[in-house]
């Protein structure tokens, strides 16, 4: 929270657990998250939507539950890899992942 010019986290294979906290959403500069490879679970907060910098987000190989947040597609216009393979989310690929006109990988592979 106050690293407010942090551009990039690289916390990945870590062995992390718990929740995302919700503070990271106050990252604004935030262009890189990697937390693939964890253990990481709950669903993916909607804090991150204030982090419009992001063009990379890694959150692969996790305990992700829920449906995937209709708001990257709203909130993130400059993602261009999302990374979300390998974990417990559900449901239908939101259509507002279409506004996503810089995206080049969408990876959500082997969930449910």
Not at 78 to 98: A, D, V
Not at 100 to 111: F, K, S
Request: aromatic share 6%; charged share 10%; net charge neutral.
């Amino acid at each position: 929270m106050y690293w407010s010019s942090l551009e990039m986290i690289k916390l990945g294979n870590d062995n992390l657990t718990g929740e995302i906290l919700s503070s990271m959403g106050t990252l604004h500069n935030l262009k890189s998250l990697h937390l693939r490879n964890n253990s990481l679970s709950g669903q993916i907060p909607i804090s991150l939507q204030n982090c419009t910098a992001s063009s990379v987000i890694d959150l692969s190989l996790s305990k992700f539950l829920g449906s995937i947040p209709t708001w990257i597609g709203v909130s993130l216009s400059n993602l261009r890899i999302l990374g979300l393979h390998s974990n417990k989310l559900s449901g239908h690929i939101p259509f507002e992942f279409c506004r996503l006109t810089l995206l080049q990988v969408l990876d959500i592979a082997h969930n449910n």
